[in-house]
Nanobody, 118 residues
Framework: QVHLVESGGGLVQPGGSLRLTCSAS????????MAWFRQTPGKGRDLVGA????????YFAEDAKGRFTLSKDKAKNTVYLHIVDLKPEDTAVYYC???????????WGQGTRVTVSS
């Protein structure tokens, strides 16, 4: 089965930037989209954005437009989430997963924690 590992989180000051990495191993691995989600205590996982695995098409949740970008390296089965101008409300655990429509494809990884604080 596919194993997802997220990394790149940490403590960042407001206004800073981060690049989160999602690496997939095992298989078969052929998602329609690879998506990033984030979760804060007491809340479910909210979609941040997703990138087509076959094209460069992306889409983002309304509150993620403008400061978040997605990229991928298909040769490495890796997806990146770039966040700039980080705000305290971006504090969350960030997860990635494959999607076909609204269906999640793989077991969840451990996530990577982002804390935005001065």
């Amino acid at each position: 089965q596919v194993h997802l590992v997220e990394s790149g989180g940490g403590l960042v000051q407001p206004g800073g930037s981060l690049r989160l990495t999602c690496s997939a191993s095992g298989g078969p691995f052929d998602p329609s989209f690879m998506a990033w989600f984030r979760q804060t205590p007491g809340k479910g996982r909210d979609l941040v954005g997703a990138i087509s695995w076959s094209t460069d098409s992306t889409y983002f949740a309304e509150d993620a437009k403008g400061r978040f970008t997605l990229s991928k390296d298909k040769a490495k089965n890796t997806v990146y989430l770039h966040i700039v101008d980080l705000k305290p409300e971006d504090t969350a655990v960030y997860y990635c997963n494959g999607r076909i429509g609204a269906r999640i494809l793989y077991p969840w990884g451990q996530g990577t924690r982002v804390t935005v604080s001065s």
